[in-house]
């Protein structure tokens, strides 16, 4: 049943004075399930700022509201800040109705109680979604998240500095490189999934404290061989752009991007496996536009528009019945096999430590 016909139902269970209104407002080509009182559906949903969000309103935004009649209204920024907004709602007229999150704000997300479990029944192309991508955006038996895309953190370098191509995480560590490298705290995600990486690399895990002083003796070595610490996607382009850093834990589609570009940028994804850096979107607790967000969703999990979106950031999209061009099969790294070989993030572990372990990081580096 679709959400209109859902949402008449609804009414025709309460007063009949409701059902002539629905009646009356269906007459009139209008149904209101927005929760706007003003006749007209409309949904705020969050995305990226810069390149990220403009091909995110042309691949979904536009044809949904061509084909439902439903406004969208976008909002650009970073997942932390639309995090503090959830939060200061508490679960009551949240700011938005569909949210992007990295791994790392999903979680705290969960924690705070601001996302709804999702009614998969209500997506129609949820069996479509890679098994492994759901299973990361779910918590506590409950899944909330829908995949949009995942990228692969490894090691983005300056092509016209760095002839001979880095193969591992360890090679960030030569001496060739010292002064040149541009390292990411760990309150960003990119520089705590490097982390994980050092932890993981030698058979290590995030929640045994032998394993993470060990990551942390390692990155000792880098001490002195820093020239930037960059803490957003922005600050990583510059310091890339600029000269002032040759190599730097990064994701694979920001990498393609740049070198699409122009830019002299080469990427390599290490053999010990790189780290897996997932957006999915979730719907906030309370949103009074359930309806048109779940209409939404299924515009954002479909094969058609996940395809445009994915070969257009150069990130595999979630969706595993897209037919990806030759050429991104060619550069990115996807599929079950890729996901399943992933290190991926143990928040559970990070959370409660989080605080310390950038306090000495900073030990170290500042």
């Not at 959400?3 to 149904?31: D, E, F, K, N």
């Not at 679960?91 to 999903?106: E, H």
């Not at 890679?130 to 995942?150: F, H, I, K, R």
């Not at 994980?196 to 061989?225: H, I, M, T, Y």
Request: contains cysteine; negative net charge.
């Amino acid at each position: 049943m679709n959400p209109a016909a859902r949402h008449r139902a609804m009414l025709a269970a309460g007063a009949a004075s409701a059902v002539l209104a629905l009646l009356t407002s269906t007459a009139c080509g209008a149904i209101d399930t927005g929760g706007s009182g003003s006749g007209e559906r409309e949904i705020t949903v969050t995305a990226f700022a810069g390149p990220w969000g403009e091909l995110f309103e042309e691949s979904f935004v536009e044809p949904f509201e061509q084909e439902t009649g439903i406004t969208v209204n976008v909002v650009t920024g970073t997942d932390a800040d639309w995090l503090t907004k959830l939060r200061a709602a508490n679960g009551s007229n949240p700011p938005f109705d569909v949210v992007a999150l990295t791994s790392q704000t999903f979680n705290q997300a969960v924690t705070n109680d601001v996302l709804e479990p999702l009614d998969t029944d209500r997506i129609e192309n949820w069996s479509q979604l890679n098994s492994v991508l759901v299973d990361q955006s779910a918590a506590d038996g409950e899944y909330y998240g829908a995949p949009l895309t995942t990228g692969s953190n490894g090691l983005l370098y300056r092509t016209d500095e760095i002839t001979d191509p880095p193969a591992d995480w360890t090679d960030i560590f030569d001496e060739e490189y010292c002064g040149h490298v541009a390292l990411p705290p760990l309150t960003y995600n990119a520089g705590l999934e490097f982390f994980s990486a050092l932890v993981a690399q030698d058979g290590g895990e995030l929640s045994n404290p032998d394993d993470v002083d060990r990551a942390f003796d390692r990155l000792e070595e880098l001490k002195g061989c820093v020239s930037a610490y960059p803490a957003d996607a922005g600050s990583v382009s510059t310091v890339l752009q600029n000269g002032d850093a040759w190599i730097v834990p990064f994701w694979d589609g920001r990498a393609f991007a740049m070198e699409a570009e122009g830019e002299p940028i080469g990427f390599t994804y290490p053999e010990s496996g790189a780290v897996g850096a997932l957006t999915s979107y979730y719907i906030p607790a309370g949103t009074p536009n359930a309806d048109a967000a779940y209409e939404f969703l299924n515009y954002l999990t479909a094969a058609e528009y996940q395809k445009t979106f994915g070969e257009g950031t150069f990130y595999a999209a979630g969706n595993d019945t897209i037919e990806y061009s030759p050429e991104f099969d060619a550069k990115v790294e996807h599929g079950e096999d890729v996901y399943q070989d992933f290190t991926w993030v143990d928040y559970a572990a990070v959370t409660p430590n989080l605080n310390e372990w950038q306090q000495r990081w900073n030990e170290i580096f500042r």
